[in-house]
Structure formats: C-alpha cells, structure tokens
C-alpha cells in the first residue's frame, strides 16, 4: 500500500497549484495551506479564499480531497472552528506545528509550540472533543524547534491527545529546509506512537521516494517542493508502485499545464501579482525542465500580466529552442 499527500505550504500550494497537480495525477490527499486563527471565530470568506474546495465537497476538480489546516495557540478557539470545518462538511482537521516562519513563531504559531508539549497535547484534546467522532484530528511536525531532545515527547503528546495521524518533516524549525533531512527519526517517531506517521523532506524523484519508505517504514508520504518542481512526480510514483511504465512528462505536456494556472491565478489576485506566482513555478520547475530556466529568464524582468501572458502562450519546446527536458 503506498499513498502521496500533497504538502501544505504557504504561498506556493495554493487553490491553484493543488488543482493542476490534483489533476495531473497520483496525489491521493491535499492539506491546505493553514489557516490562522486567533480569538476568534474565522470569516467565512477567509475560508473560502484560502479553500475554494470547501464550497466543492472539499475536493479538487479531479475529486482529490482536501483537509483544511488551523494554525494558532488557544486550543479553545482551534477548536471552535475545528468544529464549524466539521459541520461544513471537512472530511478531517490537520494542525499545524510545523510552519518555520519567524513572523507566524513569534505569534505562538507552528513550530514554536514543538517546546510545549503540553501545549500540543492540549490543543489536540480540545480539537478532539470538539469534533464529531466520524472526523478526524490529524498533526503536522517538525523534530523540533533547535534539536531533536523534545520529538518523541512531542509526538506521544499528539498522540496521547487523539491526533489520528501525525505528519513528521524530518528537520527542525533552525534547519528551515538545508538539506539533509533526516529520515531515520521517522522510524523512531513511528515506533513510539501507535497511530500511522506520514513521512515528510526531501522526496524529489522515484529513488529518494523508495528510500524515505525503506527507512522510515511509513506507508504514506508527503511531498511538496519536490512535486511543485517536478508535477508528475506522484504520478511516476504510482504507475511504478502499479508495475507500470514510469516515463516523466515532457515540457510540451507540461507547457499547456503553466497555461491553465496562469489563468486560475489572475482570476484569483490582482494583475500586478500574478506574474510573481508564474516566476517562482518556473524557477523550481528549472531544475528539471531546461526550457524553464529559458522561459523564466525570458519574462523575469516583465511586470505586465497581459505580456507574461504573450510570452507564455509561445512557450512551447519549439519555440524555447528546442532544449531537451530532464526527467524526474
């Protein structure tokens, strides 16, 4: 059994990017991007702009589901609107505890909490007691905030709270992403808690897949950077666990793809934004595709929507001279 969970990650998988990658396929399960609460109820249409899905059965167009994520400290209030998701029909909860962001930290936000344990425990409780029983509470960690002495402690206290699943990034917050990541506390973390743990850091291509699987012994997998940078990776991941052939997408069935998200973007935000969120695709796309690095060069010093527009609708191989494509 094998399953490939799209990564929550602030300001690049957004509505956008989960729908193309949902639908180019292989991903088994989205998280949002996190939703901070405070003290206070959230707003409707703060939902709604983070998780369009909410409004769709909580699903992406290709019917992949997506569980909304809470960020914040007062496990009263998480738990208000951990509630509310519930009786909007959120097939699940996820926490966040592991966003490295100063600005979110210094809030009492995500990975800062990895030094309460008892304040994860309470947090998880609370949202636990508030949900329904058919929906689940589901946890995402990093190894801790500057070392690792707390990870264990903080995983059983998420555990010991009712957390159905807990998602471990195996770095800790001062790491942010250096490599390495290192995989060898996920099977420590899964061996001291009795509820299914979710592998997370550094998946990238097939290989490095097989192998966060063969240490850690986790079934499932989270990737996020790995698959912003190479879309058909979840794809390669389950026609290979399937027996099948695992060629990688080349960039002319890639091009009409950055296509289509170009155009879901500038529905979503103001013109003058959009071209920023069509840069930092290709500049992750450039390390697999060579015709991104040539498209991005291309556009990088272009403000206007309208002329990234132009420039990315003659984007195709042919017209980027031909630069061969690398495989993931």
Known sequence: MHR????????????????ILTRIGGIDRCVSE?????????HPAALHRILPESR????????????????????DWLAYNGAWLADLGAPAV????????????RHRGGATLLREPETLYRIVSAMRAALPARVPVTAKMRLGYSDTSQTLECAQALADGGAAEIAVHARTREQGYRPPADWTWLARVREAVSVPVVANGDVV????????????GCEQVMIGRGLVACPDLALVIQRSCSGEAAAA????????????????????????????????????????????RILFDQIRRQTCADQVAELLEQGSAAQLLAAPSSTC
């Open 249 to 292: 997408m080349g960039w002319e069935s890639l091009h009409p793809w950055l296509v289509d998200f170009y155009a879901q973007v500038r529905e979503r935000v103001v013109d003058r934004h959009v071209p920023g969120r069509l840069k930092q695709w290709l500049a992750m796309l450039a390390g697999v595709y060579p015709q991104a």
């Open 94 to 105: 996820d926490l966040n505890f592991g966003c490295p962001a100063k600005t979110v930290n």
């Open 205 to 216: 291509d097939l290989q490095t897949y097989r192998e966060i699987r063969r240490v850690s």
């Open 34 to 42: 996190f939703i901070r609460v405070t003290d206070g109820p959230l």
């Open 4 to 19: 490939v969970i799209l990564a929550p990650m602030e300001g690049l998988v957004d509505a956008p990017m989960r729908d």
């Open 56 to 75: 769709q059965g909580w699903r992406t167009a290709a019917g992949v589901p997506v569980h909304p994520q809470l960020l914040g400290s007062d496990p």
